[in-house]
């Protein structure tokens, strides 16, 4: 035991890429394991202190909300790209500018964003946005405008965690928004325990500013302390820098208003096919069978700034290995996805009770898209850190209308939310074939052309 004991010691110590990679996962584990368990118990304390209905309505107006977060452009992912090449080569004066500007740009786009809803949110009919009769509008109003708020103001200050991530940190920046939802979850538990039921503003307004706090909190305490050489100040906002970040970012930013489309969008739709109810059905479903990729992700957080310091600095046999070892644990996640298709009724009894009936053929499209999240995911963030994006993004232009034609084709077939996630299944088979294409081309130098863009 001892003897093992040790080889596990060694096999996690160093200070080489791979090392703090395996660290980082390790201590990913933990933390995202946690999540996992904030977010399963939020459901039905959620369900108990709301309805079906208002944590559909809920659900719904998040998901709404969560299109806003994309206005930064794609400045986010292209700021971690970009600081971990100057972490690799040890230029902090480039890093201090690039945050100094990263803060700049994301405060006058934001700024500007509120003061946009803010003045549309009073003419918004949200009972006809959100398909309900049961609130009053003059409360949904009341609550759109707290959690858009603070939604927004998270994007600004959850720039700490881009750091952490550029730095090859992830777990870090996983601790910070576990603990605010865990904070969030406790004040909400004692709350609906021991105080009020039913208030969604309350409730909202909690879940909202709690992470907002936490974030301004760990912002100031690591400015002044570990990255107080990345400190950011007027002075060092340079937007020459911009140019590079916006040209990256801008490619990140397409990306991800495909992915508001095909994940986003799915509660809109399914709220105006089916009714909020039905968006209840999908997401405790879709929470059931997110866990495998949740998990994975925690192998593939450190991945991500790896790859672009690992390709800076030319280490092509890193790359590849690690690749093939991750497209091994590939294959094994995809037989515990199979395994949960099977138990999943079995399991939606224990976790939700006979509160909310889940179809099986819901449960096994969800499972087989699963599937191919984990078979595309080890390419998907080798292409993420190389920045190779243009190929991924033309698959988009193909890819986000393919989904809204299945959608609504799929919507006449199903009588339940099943028609929409075969939709995006649909869309997911393109970048199935192209990624690993790309990825080999790129790790071999054989790339020309738009597979090398």
């Known amino acids: 035991m001892i003897d093992k004991l040790n080889t596990l010691a060694v096999y996690f110590k160093g200070h080489t890429r791979g090392a703090i990679a395996k660290r980082q996962a390790l201590y990913s584990l933990f933390i995202d394991g946690l999540s996992v368990l904030v977010g399963l118990f939020y459901v039905p304390l959620l369900l108990d202190a709301l309805t079906q209905e208002k944590y559909g309505i809920w659900l719904t107006?998040?998901?709404?909300?969560?299109?806003?977060?994309?206005?930064?452009?794609?400045?986010?992912?292209?700021?971690?790209?970009?600081?971990?090449?100057?972490?690799?080569?040890?230029?902090?004066?480039?890093?201090?500018?690039?945050?100094?500007?990263?803060?700049?740009?994301l405060i006058g786009i934001?700024?500007?964003?509120?003061?946009?809803?803010?003045?549309?949110?009073?003419?918004?009919?949200?009972?006809?946005?959100?398909?309900?009769?049961?609130?009053?509008?003059?409360?949904?109003?009341?609550?759109?405008?707290?959690?858009?708020?603070?939604?927004?103001?998270?994007?600004?200050?959850?720039?700490?965690?881009?750091?952490?991530?550029?730095?090859?940190?992830?777990?870090?920046?996983?601790?910070?928004?576990?603990?605010?939802n865990l904070l969030s979850f406790f004040i909400v538990l004692l709350l609906?325990?021991?105080?009020?039921?039913?208030?969604?503003?309350?409730?909202?307004?909690i879940i909202s500013v709690v992470p907002v706090l936490l974030f301004i909190a760990v912002t100031f305490i690591a400015f002044n302390t570990k990255y107080k050489k990345l400190k950011p100040s007027v002075k060092s906002i340079d937007f020459k820098e911009s140019n590079g970040l916006i040209n990256l970012g801008a490619k990140f930013f397409i990306l991800q208003i495909s992915y508001l489309i095909a994940y986003t969008s799915a509660n809109i739709l399914i709220t105006q096919f089916y009714g909020p109810d039905e968006v209840t059905v999908y997401n405790i479903a879709y929470k059931y069978f997110y866990i495998p990729v949740m998990v994975y992700s925690?192998?593939?957080?450190?991945?991500?700034?790896?790859?672009t310091d690992a390709y800076v600095k030319s280490d092509y046999f890193w790359l590849k290995r690690t690749l093939r070892r991750l497209n091994l644990l590939s294959l094994l996640f995809v037989f515990?996805?199979?395994?949960?298709?099977?138990?999943?009724?079995?399991?939606?009894?224990?976790w939700v009770g006979d509160e909310v009936v889940i179809p099986f053929n819901l449960s096994l499209s969800l499972g087989i898209y699963v599937i191919t999240i984990i078979l595309i995911s080890p390419f998907s963030t080798y292409i993420n850190g190389l920045g190779k994006l243009n190929l991924t993004i033309y698959l988009t232009f193909i890819g986000v209308p393919l989904y809204m034609v299945l959608a609504f084709l799929f919507t006449g077939i199903f009588d339940n939310s099943t028609g929409v996630v075969l939709a995006i299944l649909s869309t997911q088979i393109i970048g199935l074939i192209a990624e690993p294409l790309q990825v080999y081309k790129l790790l071999n130098q054989k790339a020309k052309g738009i597979w090398n863009k």
């Open 192 to 205: 609906t325990r021991f105080i009020v039921k039913g208030n969604l503003i309350l409730l909202g307004t």
């Open 61 to 105: 107006l998040t998901s709404i909300l969560g299109w806003f977060g994309f206005f930064d452009i794609g400045l986010g992912n292209g700021l971690r790209n970009k600081l971990t090449e100057a972490f690799a080569t040890g230029n902090y004066a480039t890093g201090k500018k690039l945050v100094s500007t990263t803060y700049a740009l």
């Open 298 to 307: 925690i192998v593939l957080s450190p991945i991500w700034s790896a790859v």
């Open 336 to 350: 515990g996805v199979v395994f949960m298709i099977i138990i999943s009724n079995w399991v939606y009894k224990i």
């Open 110 to 180: 934001f700024s500007i964003l509120l003061i946009v809803f803010h003045l549309g949110n009073f003419f918004l009919n949200w009972n006809s946005i959100l398909n309900t009769k049961t609130i009053d509008n003059k409360e949904l109003y009341v609550l759109t405008s707290i959690v858009f708020t603070f939604f927004i103001l998270r994007f600004i200050v959850q720039i700490i965690s881009v750091i952490y991530l550029a730095d090859q940190k992830p777990s870090v920046s996983k601790l910070i928004t576990a603990s605010g």
